[in-house]
C-alpha cells in the first residue's frame, strides 16, 4: 500500500493529466447516476456498461446512443445527461470556475494552468476573463435558442414539455452533442424553417470557437480580425455551402427522402443535412437512406469537423484550411503557405 500511495505522489498532475482525469471522473459519476432505476422510465437499472457508453458519448459530445433518449430515460436521467453534455461541452475545468466565481474563491495559478490549455490557449493573460466571457455568452446563446425552439414546441407538446424541449436541444446544438428527446431526432421537422435554422445556427455558432467569438467582439470587422478566425470562419461557410448544394444536387429525386418534399423543404433540409455532420449528430431525413455518394461527403464533413477551441470535434477547419493552401502552394510552385497576406 506504502508503495503504491509513493508512486501515485511521484505522478506530475500537469494540466493535460489533470484534465484527462477530470473528464474521466465526470464520466464515471454520470455513468453511476444514468445507472440508477430512477433514471429511467420503466424503473429498472439500464446496466453500468449501458449507463458507462451513454456517459461517455454525452461528456465527449458525440450523439451516440443505445437505447432512445426521449422514450427511455425519464426526466432525472434527460437532466443528467444534458448535464452532462454541458460540462463537456464547455469543459470541466470551466464549469469548476464558474462554482469557485459564484462561492468568491480565488482562481489558483495551477488551475489558471489547466484553464489555459483547456481553451487552447497561447498566455496566462486574461484567462479568468476569457472563462466568465465563454461561461455566459453560452449560457445568452443557449438561452435565445431555447426561447425560439420553445416557441414552436409548446404548442405542440404543452407549455412545460415544450419549454424542456427547448432547453434540452439548445444546450445539445451548441454544444454539438446531437443528443435529442423528441425520439426520432428532427426528421418530424423537416420542414420547420424556425426549428432547422435555430438548431443549425447553434451549431455553427459552437462550433466557431469562443476565441472566434472574442475576436469578433473586439474587431467587428471582418478585416481586422486575426487569421486564425478568417480561416475558421471562411472554410466554415464554404464548407456549409458545398456541402448544401451537393446533398441537394444528389438527393433531390431521391424517393426514401427528399423526392416528396416540397422546394422550401427540400433547401432546408439541404443546409441542416450540410451543417450537422460536423459532429452535431442530428438528423432531419433518414440517414440510412440516403445515398452511397452523400454519405461520402458527410463523411469528409464529420472528418473536418469544426474549429479549434470550439465544442466541435474532428481535424478542425483550419487544419483543413492550412493543408489545402499547402497543397495550393506546391501546385503554385511559391516557396511560402500564405493566407490573407500573411505566412503560415
Not at 46 to 61: D, E, K, M
Not at 256 to 284: C, D, H, M, W
Request: glycine share 10%; proline share 2%.
Amino acid at each position: 500500500m506504502r508503495y503504491l500511495k509513493g508512486k501515485f505522489r511521484m505522478i506530475e498532475l500537469n494540466p493535460p493529466r489533470v484534465l484527462a482525469l477530470g473528464f474521466a471522473g465526470l464520466i464515471l459519476l454520470g455513468s453511476i447516476l444514468l445507472n440508477l432505476p430512477i433514471a429511467t422510465k420503466t424503473g429498472e437499472s439500464i446496466g453500468f456498461i449501458n449507463s458507462l457508453f451513454t456517459s461517455a458519448s454525452a461528456v465527449c459530445v458525440t450523439g451516440l446512443v443505445v437505447v432512445n433518449t426521449g422514450k427511455y430515460w425519464s426526466l432525472f436521467g434527460q437532466i443528467i445527461i444534458i448535464c452532462l453534455i454541458q460540462m463537456g461541452g464547455l469543459g470541466f475545468m470551466t464549469m469548476a470556475t464558474l462554482v469557485a466565481l459564484i462561492l468568491g474563491k480565488k482562481i489558483t495559478l495551477k488551475e489558471r494552468l489547466v484553464i489555459k490549455e483547456q481553451l487552447n490557449q497561447g498566455s496566462m493573460s486574461g484567462l479568468v476573463k476569457l472563462t466568465k466571457y465563454v461561461i455566459f455568452s453560452t449560457l445568452a446563446i443557449e438561452g435565445i435558442g431555447a426561447v425560439l425552439l420553445s416557441i414552436r414546441f409548446i404548442p405542440i407538446y404543452g407549455f412545460v414539455k415544450g419549454l424542456w424541449f427547448g432547453i434540452f436541444h439548445s444546450i445539445s446544438a451548441f454544444c454539438n452533442a446531437g443528443f435529442d428527446i423528441t425520439g426520432n431526432s428532427i426528421v418530424p421537422f423537416v420542414g420547420d424553417v424556425v426549428i432547422n435554422l435555430t438548431i443549425a445556427f447553434l451549431i455553427i455558432i459552437g462550433g466557431l470557437g469562443f476565441s472566434v467569438y472574442i475576436d469578433i467582439t473586439k474587431n467587428k470587422k471582418f478585416k481586422r480580425l486575426s487569421l486564425h478566425s478568417k480561416l475558421a470562419i471562411m472554410i466554415t461557410i464554404v464548407l456549409i455551402v458545398a456541402g448544401m448544394i451537393l446533398v441537394y444536387a444528389i438527393e433531390w429525386n431521391n424517393p426514401e427522402t427528399f423526392k416528396y418534399l416540397s422546394g422550401k423543404e427540400k433547401i432546408v433540409a439541404s443546409f441542416f443535412q450540410s451543417v450537422v455532420p460536423r459532429t452535431a449528430g442530428f438528423n432531419s431525413i433518414d440517414i440510412s437512406k440516403i445515398k452511397d455518394t452523400t454519405a461520402f461527403v458527410m463523411i469528409i464533413l464529420m472528418f473536418i469537423g469544426g474549429s479549434p477551441g470550439s465544442t466541435a470535434g474532428g481535424i478542425k477547419t483550419t487544419t483543413f484550411g492550412a493543408i489545402v493552401l499547402a497543397t495550393l502552394t506546391v501546385i503554385k510552385g511559391n516557396k511560402d503557405v500564405e493566407a490573407y497576406k500573411k505566412t503560415i
